[in-house]
């Protein structure tokens, strides 16, 4: 059974930085599709960034200013966040899949994290 356990949420300047981890604690391998979601104050989660493969796709809003990663020997899912916006102030959640599709939709994954809260400050 995998767990999965956000950290570095915080508090930002906009266009400032900041670098969210997942441990993933379990069994993944290059097919297991991993991703960041994102729930801002009073809308529904949305999708941010996907990985499987080595293969990436962002939501629009954050392509060239977010990056998804992971570190193989540490298992931890990485999302670096950079030119950070106000509108990015959410709770943002990891999550894993094994589907057949890897897409910003919240169906493709089954396994998610507590979440961890990110605001930025204008």
């Given at each position: 059974?995998?767990?999965?356990?956000?950290?570095?949420?915080?508090?930002?300047?906009?266009?400032?930085?900041?670098?969210?981890?997942?441990?993933?604690?379990?069994?993944?391998?290059?097919?297991?599709?991993?991703?960041?979601?994102?729930?801002?104050?009073?809308?529904?989660?949305?999708?941010?960034?996907t990985?499987?493969?080595?293969?990436t796709?962002?939501?629009?809003?954050?392509?060239?200013?977010?990056?998804?990663?992971?570190?193989?020997?540490?298992?931890?899912?990485?999302?670096?966040?950079?030119?950070?916006?106000?509108?990015?102030?959410?709770?943002?959640?990891?999550?894993?899949?094994?589907?057949?599709?890897?897409?910003?939709d919240?169906?493709?994954?089954?396994?998610?994290?507590?979440?961890?809260?990110?605001?930025?400050?204008?």
């Amino acid at each position: 059974q995998v767990q999965l356990e956000e950290s570095g949420g915080g508090l930002a300047q906009a266009g400032g930085s900041l670098t969210l981890s997942c441990a993933i604690s379990g069994e993944i391998d290059r097919t297991t599709c991993l991703g960041w979601f994102r729930k801002p104050p009073g809308k529904t989660r949305e999708g941010v960034a996907t990985l499987r493969r080595g293969e990436t796709h962002y939501k629009d809003s954050v392509q060239g200013r977010f990056t998804i990663s992971t570190d193989s020997a540490k298992n931890t899912l990485y999302l670096q966040m950079d030119r950070v916006q106000r509108e990015d102030t959410a709770m943002y959640y990891c999550a894993m899949g094994r589907a057949n599709y890897c897409r910003l939709d919240e169906r493709d994954f089954t396994v998610w994290g507590q979440g961890t809260q990110v605001t930025v400050d204008s």
